[in-house]
């Protein structure tokens, strides 16, 4: 058998004695769909719980919350228990909690920052610069003009969009097209190289004219309408889909596996270690600590940011209270104070029957 990679498709066909099985063809595209999450099905913090967001927290993954003022609107994996549109099982719900006024300060959104890897084909910031096609199904209980944004990672670059709901309660698609920028830097590493956002309600500090790139950190568009401004408005969304071209095309559904390893690589988190998950070093170094070792899921995106804790604090276990060291090849070394493990021989060197503890993993952009 041999590979034959068609450049300008990227589709790649296996071919036997020089011509091409059809019953034994299965193509390969690329990561089509630059959103991570877009159909709302991982959520591995929260497990489908309804949160009341800090600024900068993540109700579901890769989704992040931000806003100026606190407790204005939850957010929920299917909050409201609706049917989502033909072809999906989930959806981000936000539920305004207030009928608050927004200020001129004031911004209130849901959004996904993009790794720079992810979109360096797009060349934004050069005269190559590729146009992109966003897509998404939304629907509220309000109706009126809604507004969003893209931007840079530095925030001096944005493009303000609009569209339409028509209908109150109703799941509508929407398909917005948008030049590529071909001023401003657009980082294509492993940093934020894209933000794209949904308004609940942003004052004019932060709005600008949709349909136009701006030097402005402008979040959404001039007059769009605000959710948190009305108690009880609802704002869901699913199947979001950003890609090249100008055209918008059928929702790239991945695997779930692949779904949650690709939301692995910015959080990952385990609720119990017992003492079979353990490899390492066993044994016991100053003051009775032992050391020990636990691999990530996911190689991360960079060093990440780790929290670890008792996992029910039952007598007869050991739990987690120092961090050794953290590295993004996949490993993390741990320093466990006040007992040790099973030796070699499986015998019990201190009466500690099992080291148990949760840890969670951060590297969000």
Not at 60 to 86: C, E, F, H, M
Request: aromatic share 12%.
């Amino acid at each position: 058998m041999s590979i034959t990679l068609d450049g300008s498709t990227g589709i790649t066909t296996p071919t036997y004695g020089g011509s091409v099985s059809a019953e034994y063809i299965t193509p390969v595209t690329g990561f089509k769909n630059r959103i991570i999450n877009g159909d709302m099905r991982i959520d591995q913090r929260n497990g489908g719980a309804s949160v009341t967001p800090t600024s900068g927290q993540y109700p579901i993954d890769r989704w992040q919350a931000a806003l100026t003022q606190s407790s204005k609107y939850s957010v929920q994996q299917n909050a409201g228990a609706v049917t989502p549109p033909a072809g999906f099982t989930n959806y981000l719900g936000v539920t305004s909690l207030s009928a608050y006024t927004v200020l001129t300060g004031d911004l209130f959104d849901i959004r996904q920052k993009i790794e720079g890897f992810n979109i360096s084909d797009l060349a934004w910031g050069t005269a190559n610069a590729q146009t992109i096609t966003l897509s998404f199904w939304v629907r509220s209980s309000l109706t009126g003009t809604f507004g969003g944004a893209i931007k840079n990672a530095a925030a001096t670059r944005s493009y303000p969009f609009t569209y339409t709901i028509s209908s109150a309660n109703t799941w509508e698609q929407k398909t917005i097209t948008i030049a590529g920028d071909t001023s401003g830097t657009w980082l294509t590493g492993n940093n934020a190289g894209m933000q794209v956002g949904f308004g609940l309600g942003v004052g004019s500090t932060y709005s600008g004219t949709a349909g136009e790139w701006a030097g402005f950190n402008f979040v959404s568009a001039t007059g769009a309408t605000s959710v948190v401004g009305t108690n009880g408005a609802t704002f869901y969304v699913t199947g979001v889909q950003l890609e090249k071209g100008d055209t918008a095309t059928s929702f790239d559904y991945r695997p779930y596996g692949t779904e949650l390893a690709l939301c692995q690589r910015y959080y990952q988190s385990l609720t119990n270690i017992w003492d079979n998950a353990i490899s390492g070093f066993l044994g016991t170094i100053n003051n009775n600590d032992v050391i020990c070792s636990i691999r990530f899921n996911q190689f991360m995106r960079a060093t990440p940011t780790v929290t670890t804790y008792s996992e029910d604090g039952t007598a007869g276990r050991v739990s987690m209270n120092r961090l050794a060291s953290g590295y993004v090849t996949g490993q993390l070394g741990f320093s466990v104070a006040g007992g040790t493990l099973l030796n070699s021989s499986g015998a019990n060197r201190t009466g500690v029957s099992n080291v148990t503890f949760k840890w969670k993993a951060e590297a969000e952009l």
